[in-house]
């Protein structure tokens, strides 16, 4: 499929009648093998689920074809994270399909399916069919430091990274931090997290709303990119369709995954239940009274748990990943303007499903929020979700224009959109190269990089503050990231790093603390209260609560002022062992929560 010098492809013409039957072999060994492919996906998800994959997976493969065009020129090497659901599907969106169009893609299992994963590769037969995918054993750091190299000319210095392109998934904060890893020239594919709302209005057909509503809560627990965060439903209709949710929810199997005709069954990381708990907790005034927010921590399984809290007190924005249905009733359709205007919503914009009508929603569409349209059509659902047949395909774009959900990235720019691996690949390397003359300069170029070298840390972590990002619609906006988790790099690095990089304390700044005073002690003890019972608040909420901490009705602006900024410096000092720091307010709702209140703990 390509030509190699030094295990280096110089972009060889795709055949697309050889990929395809490649594509189309490995889809019938799929089907042959299903019961046995079925057994090891079982150890880890539903039947149900292990059935809506595999269909995904086979129907990627078989329709190859519309994508045709985007297979042209073969490409060097890619670097694959793939997410902790859907393992099948992912592997074949992500890591098959870019090895039809490139001399190598990398990845390393993640660290939930080991146990079966390795078994599910020798059953695929993957070496026999794909031959240049490569599974790293390396442990994270090395495969980094790996998978981040130049190749460098020695004589002329020139240079191009080994990873063409990066296939990520995961929060936009980890994507952050791989960006500043990998070179701006990768193409970095980042497939993010939506909120995804159900909105269930008038004219719905309930019966229809419950199903849509149980198929994405359930699916692999609640673990999925697609789960809603928030069933926003109208008043007029919400005692009905609460009265056939629990009906219907109460008919759910809940157990192991031998048993296939379990829906619910354990999470993939037995750690997140102390999360789920908290966020139960933290919502436990709004429990149904037909469930009780039970969590079965001998199984790691999160029992199916309905809240229903009026959209009036404050839409949910967070991920709960667990079968946790979030029911927001709504008095009239402008009053969605609340969720769906809100500072935390915009972020994460993604797909919004319809069931009845709503003017708003559709409205949508042309609306302008914060000076871009993040909801163009293919993004509004009508009496149909993500889950249902053909909705999402592997063969066509998903995702959404919120920044966090999914972007692609290159050359220092961040764009947000729906991503299609093929076609990112197509549209932002092999097209720009299909030119004669570009691509004769660009194999003379490859050709004389003879040097494989790994760069250091601190060019790894040379990420500017702002990052242009081309918004969708109109103008232009900025994007930036004030600080990176270096913890798995390792403290020796720290002294490194740009001045606009931050790496919290590994133990309390207990110089500090022996000095403060009363006051200031209080005001810590405040903030830390406050972080450790509120998981859910906006933004503007939370930055208006960090000001009134240490403000006194009686003094001027200027001793507020200064009281504030005393204030905190004692927060930095806390945290960064440093006077200052990101903006406070953003890092604090984004940062490790736990590891927060471990450094505020006086």
Known sequence: MSAHKNNRVFLKPIDFSAVNKIALAFADHLASHFEEIADILSEYESFEVVKDEFSRTIDLLTNLHENKNYFTLCINEVTAFLPRNQPLYAFSCFVVVPSLMANEVHFRIPHSMRSFFPELLRVLKVNRFFPNIIVSEKERMEFLKERSALLVDPKSNDSMPVTEAVIFTGTSRHANQLRAIFDNRTLFIANGAGHNPLVISNGAVISKAVEATLTLQLYNQGQDCAAPNAILVHKDIYQPFLHSLRAELAKVRIGSYRDRSCRVGPISSPADLKRIGEFIADNREWLDQSTKGVIRFSEAIVEPTIICKPLS????????????????????????????????????????????????????????????????????????????????????????????????????????????????????????????????????????????????????????????????????????????????????????????????????????????????????????KFLMEHRNIDLSSFVTFLYSISRKQEHSTKKSGERQRHFFCNVYQLLFGKESGPRLGQFLLDADREKICELLDL
């Open 313 to 528: 007190s404050g839409g949910n924005y967070s991920e709960s990943f667990a079968p946790i249905i979030f029911v927001q009733k709504y008095e009239r359709d402008a009053e969605l303007a609340l969720y769906f205007e809100n500072q935390r919503y915009i972020q994460n914009a993604m797909y919004v499903s319809l069931y009845g009508e709503s003017k708003y929603v559709r409205e949508l569409t042309k609306k302008e929020i914060e000076g871009k349209i993040l909801h163009p059509r293919d993004t509004i659902l009508h009496n149909t979700h993500l889950h249902a047949p053909g909705v999402e395909r592997g063969t066509q774009p998903y995702g959404g224009y919120g920044y966090g959900a999914s972007s692609i990235s290159i050359n220092g720019k961040i764009i947000p959109k729906p991503t299609c691996p093929q076609r990112d690949i197509y549209e932002y390397l092999m097209k720009p190269r299909t030119k004669p003359r570009m691509l004769k300069e660009y194999r003379e170029r490859l050709g004389s990089l003879t040097k494989k070298v790994t760069k250091n840390i601190s060019k790894l972590m040379g990420l500017k503050l702002e990052v242009s990002v081309e918004q969708k619609g109109n103008g232009t906006g900025k994007d930036y990231i004030d600080f990176l988790s270096v913890k798995e790099i390792g403290t020796r690095y720290v002294e490194l790093l740009p001045k606009h990089f931050f790496s919290l304390l590994d133990y309390p700044n207990a110089k500090l603390i022996s000095q403060m005073n009363q006051e200031d002690r209080k005001h810590i003890r405040v903030l830390r």
